[in-house]
């Protein structure tokens, strides 16, 4: 794929980190606090849908390594094919807010990648194409790791253009 003038291709994890969640069901914590979190039902394609948010316990250790920033990129790592990398923008609308093990928070480097851009990204026929090839899949459902997630090939225009894109 020839890329327009000024754009790159790298890969998501030389301009942005991937953080997994928490894992539900965790036994003898220490000094457990109870704090919501997102689930992949939380996680819809373009929005996030805070109508129902759940509790989780976690250590008061643990919380900002879980805890989520405005910025962060929600994605999905699967389900249905359709769920398949789907996510949107954080805005921190609850905070401390934590996010789930089969929920991806990317925190992009803002000088380098456009949150909104990256989402729109993903969420293209380019970004759900990736996703599927390299995905895992059983009957009607796909799964994608970490290191799958961190190995995307994001097309990078200059940041201008990013969000100009994104506004789009």
């Known amino acids: 794929?020839?890329?327009?003038?000024?754009?790159?291709?790298?890969?998501?994890?030389?301009?942005?980190?991937?953080?997994?969640?928490?894992?539900?069901?965790?036994?003898?914590?220490?000094?457990?606090?109870?704090?919501?979190?997102?689930?992949v039902a939380n996680v819809q394609d373009g929005y996030i849908d805070l109508s129902e948010v759940k509790l989780i316990q976690i250590e008061r250790n643990q919380i900002e390594r879980f805890s989520l920033q405005t910025g962060d990129v929600l994605m999905t790592e699967g389900g249905d094919f359709d769920k398949l990398g789907r996510g949107d923008v954080w805005n921190g609308q609850i905070n401390p807010c934590l996010h789930q093990n089969h929920v991806f928070a990317v925190r992009t480097n803002q000088l380098k990648l456009n949150s909104y851009f990256l989402a729109a990204l993903s969420a293209s026929y380019y970004g759900k194409k990736y996703f599927l090839s390299c995905s895992k899949q059983s009957t009607n459902l796909a799964s994608i790791n970490s290191?799958?997630?961190?190995?995307?090939?994001?097309?990078?225009p200059p940041?201008?253009?990013?969000?100009?894109?994104?506004?789009?």
């Open 1 to 39: 794929m020839q890329l327009p003038e000024g754009w790159r291709k790298s890969s998501l994890s030389s301009v942005a980190e991937v953080r997994t969640g928490i894992a539900k069901g965790k036994q003898n914590l220490k000094d457990p606090i109870e704090l919501p979190y997102l689930r």
């Open 159 to 168: 940041l201008p253009e990013q969000q100009k894109i994104a506004q789009i």
């Open 147 to 156: 290191t799958q997630l961190k190995d995307f090939p994001v097309l990078l």
